[in-house]
């Protein structure tokens, strides 16, 4: 395994910086040695190094045609308003049924994620329809918001124990018919049953939205999992990957 410090412009002189682990048996970044990304963003006050281990216990339980994926794990650009020390891709605040109050918040920050995929394909020479975009907690949830909106089509979008909080302004691009939930667009959706942070709700509200939008996601609801991570969310999300990038 190689893992390095990279960073993407994103435009206006900024950039967002990470750990970028390389398929095996590379050593340093060149176009054509990539076909495939997992972009993981990480949650509310914690920064890229949050997720970066988990590259590696996913890229080995990859299918063998998918071998030349690597995963990036971005800082968000901004300093967390509750903890100094980690990052946020937008501020939240939520009401009484802990439900986003401002999702537009979300909705500007997703434009962010958009110059974060179209750097990243010019950059390592990958097609849009070869990145996979998801995040935990906010990350999930700005996943949620750029990967159907994003100019192009991507292969498939995950959340782990976020929520969806777009859909009306998704609804505006469907209707353009500049959106890209189909049936056919992959989604996976996984939240912890014990979830205080989150409520274990938001994935329910996260999958009648999508399916109002014409999408089909996968759900998964893990038992006795709170705010977090565990090897059956791992499983869940390891199957959801190896199924998309196992095809050429």
Known sequence: ????????????????????????????????????????????????????????????????????????????????????????????????????????????????????????????GVQADRVILGGFSQGGMISLAAGPSHHQRIAGIFSLSGAYLTMSQQQALQAAGNGHLDSDFPILLVHGDNDVVVPPHALGYAKEALEELGAAPDMHMVKQLGHGIDAAVISHLGAFLSNILNTP
Not at 21 to 29: F, K, N, Q, S, V
Not at 75 to 80: L, R, T, V, Y
């Open 1 to 124: 395994m190689t893992m390095i410090d990279h960073s993407v412009p994103i435009g206006s002189g900024v950039s967002l910086s990470g750990s970028l682990r390389l398929p095996d048996g590379i050593a340093e970044l060149s176009k054509g040695d990539i076909d495939s990304i997992v972009i993981f963003l990480h949650g509310w006050g914690a920064d890229g190094t949050d997720l970066a281990p988990l590259s590696d216990v996913l890229a080995q339980a990859l299918p063998d045609k998918a071998k030349k994926t690597a995963f990036f794990t971005p800082d968000a650009p901004d300093i967390c308003v509750a903890n100094p020390a980690g990052r946020q891709w937008f501020t939240l605040s939520f009401d009484e049924a802990g439900r986003q109050k401002h999702p537009d918040l979300c909705w500007q920050a997703a434009t962010i994620i958009h110059q974060l995929l179209d750097s990243i394909c010019d950059d390592m």
